[in-house]
């Protein structure tokens, strides 16, 4: 997202939270020039209520998942 400074200047606070929360990053412009760019901080552990059911129904199972791979017979360790 762009903004110029007279804008992030009115509405700093309201910009950093949203910076904080859904991780985007701002370029501040002057004059139509990009001078500045306002970004989460990278290392930083993300929320967990964001990162918990974050991968909710990407995952699908095929077949039956109880039973081994392989007939026993078949193994090393049974011989």
């Known amino acids: 997202m762009k ?3 007279s ?23 002057n004059h139509g020039k990009g001078i500045a760019v306002v970004g989460p901080i990278t290392g930083e552990k993300k929320n967990p209520k964001q990162f918990f059911g974050s991968l909710k129904g990407t995952a699908s ?4 998942i109880v039973s081994p791979a392989a007939d026993a017979k078949d193994w090393d360790a049974n011989r």
């Open 3 to 5: 903004m110029s400074v």
């Open 7 to 29: 804008s992030f200047k009115a509405k700093c606070t309201r910009v950093l939270r949203e910076v904080a929360t859904e991780y985007k990053t701002v370029e501040i412009t």
């Open 61 to 64: 199972h095929v077949g039956d």
